[in-house]
C-alpha cells in the first residue's frame, strides 16, 4: 500500500482516516453498498490488495490481484445506485472513475453488484459500459 492520502480519494470531502481508512484498516464495516464501492475506488488509489479481495465475494472472487503502478486514478463519480442501504441484501452502483495511464486519460463506467450477508457488504461483480 503508498503513502495514505489527507483527503479521502472518493471525494467524500472528509479525511481518509475518517473515511474509507477506517474501513481500510478494518475499523469498520461498509454500512452500504455506495460506501462500499467509495472504499474500494479509495483501495484501488492507495494500492490496498488486501482489501480489494476481502471485501470481493468469495464466490467471484480472484485469487489475487496485479495493480498496475503506472494507473493514476485521479476522480470517481457515482452516477446512480439503486438499493443498497443498510437493511438491503443486494444493491448495485453505477460510477465512473476517471484515471491516467502512461500519460493518457481514461474512464472507467461501470454497473457494479453487491451483496450483503452477515452484516457485510461484498462487491460481486460489474458490468461495463462503454
Not at 500500500?1 to 479521502?8: D, Q
Not at 452500504?32 to 472472487?61: G, K, N
Not at 476517471?98 to 474512464?107: E, F, K, L
Given at each position: ?8 480519494p ?11 481508512g477506517r ?43 496485479e ?19 443498510p ?38 461483480g ?5
Open positions: 500500500m503508498t503513502h495514505a492520502p489527507a483527503a479521502c472518493c471525494l467524500s470531502g472528509e479525511q481518509y482516516a475518517d473515511c474509507c474501513f481500510h484498516r478494518g475499523d469498520a464495516e461498509a454500512p452500504t453498498a455506495e460506501q462500499l464501492m467509495r472504499s474500494r475506488y479509495s483501495a484501488f488509489v492507495v494500492r490496498d490488495e488486501d482489501y480489494l479481495l476481502r471485501t470481493w465475494h468469495p464466490d467471484t472472487r480472484p485469487a489475487g490481484l495493480l498496475d503502478p503506472h494507473v493514476q486514478w485521479r476522480r470517481l463519480d457515482i452516477l446512480s445506485t439503486s438499493r443498497g442501504g437493511l438491503d441484501t443486494e444493491g448495485v452502483v453505477e460510477f465512473a472513475a476517471h484515471y491516467r495511464h502512461d500519460g493518457d486519460r481514461g474512464v472507467q463506467h461501470e454497473t457494479s453488484r453487491f451483496v450483503r450477508q452477515h452484516r457485510r457488504w461484498y462487491y460481486l460489474a458490468d461495463a459500459i462503454s
